[in-house]
């Protein structure tokens, strides 16, 4: 009772001074977790904490039915009991979109903690339009490229977005890109995986494409990434004095950013012929 009274405050505020109905939360969405708490009945949502102790975390921060089929892609990548997951699900019986927190705000305790403990995170989210597309976005380059890989090696059609796509991930306040620095030094962020709702859809209506397409991430992140991870981290054996956000002004994070921009430009077809560019 307590927070529909708060949400029949806020619009009544809305009103009185003739803001438009865009301006308030509950039809737009929230712009922090604490704001959502104080608004949304408790059976509204359902938050589901995974934490294995794995280096990797794989986010669904706007599961249920905010954007369906992240949810299904998510449980179905935990079902390999690999990675650490979250999620996050509207469980409303409709209008379940005022409950979408943007990824640049999303601040819910359990996801912070287990994404600020994780080497390596991969956010899962949806994108518009009916066409089958995933959209490859984040700060990881590297294993952004090799989830790509393995995608399009099965057949999907996959896009790389960087600045200015709205939802390229690419900024550091993107949840996904708050994990642990890479050993230690060099700040390597996660991959944010944008799946068009044409997609969505069919995940969540047949499982063999799920089974599929969640095979496919769990080849690059099980796989594949842990032989260029050993790779990479001779690149950073001679990182110097300068640790943490003070590497950025190093020449070895220079050297490690140029060496990644080097793989990426061969232009790899293949998993494995970006395993030995890394090389």
């Not at 209008?95 to 080497?119: Q, R, Y």
């Amino acid at each position: 009772m307590k927070k529909q009274f708060v949400k029949i405050l806020i619009f009544m505020l809305v009103c009185a001074f003739g803001i438009g109905t865009s301006a308030y939360a509950f039809t737009t969405g929230y712009s922090s977790f604490a704001q959502l708490y104080a608004s949304e009945e408790a059976t509204d949502y359902a938050i589901k904490a995974n934490d294995r102790g794995k280096a990797t975390t794989i986010l669904a921060i706007h599961g249920g039915g905010i954007e369906r089929g992240t949810s299904e892609l998510v449980e179905a990548l935990n079902g390999y009991g690999k990675y650490n997951t979250y999620l996050f699900e509207g469980l409303k019986a409709t209008d379940n979109g005022s409950l979408f927190i943007k990824a640049i705000d999303f601040d819910e305790p359990k996801a912070t903690n287990l994404v600020k403990n994780s080497d390596y995170t991969v956010s899962v989210i949806g994108a518009a339009g009916d066409d089958e597309i995933t959209y490859i976005g984040g700060q990881n380059k590297l294993l952004a490229e090799l989830i790509r890989l393995h995608l399009i090696t099965k057949g999907y059609k996959v896009k790389t977005l960087s600045v200015p796509d709205r939802i390229a991930g690419v900024m550091n306040s993107n949840i996904v890109n708050k994990n642990k620095l890479f050993n230690d030094d060099f700040k390597l962020g996660g991959v944010q995986i944008a799946i068009s709702k044409g997609l969505r859809d069919k995940l969540v209506a047949d499982s063999s494409t799920l089974n599929d397409y969640s095979s496919s991430i769990n080849s690059a992140l099980s796989e594949s990434w842990p032989v260029i991870v050993r790779q990479m981290r001779k690149i950073t054996e001679s990182n110097g004095k300068y640790k943490g956000f003070l590497s950025m002004f190093n020449s070895p994070k220079r050297n490690f950013d140029k060496k990644v921009n080097q793989v990426l430009a061969k232009g790899a077809k293949t998993p494995q012929e970006l395993i030995e560019d890394a090389n």
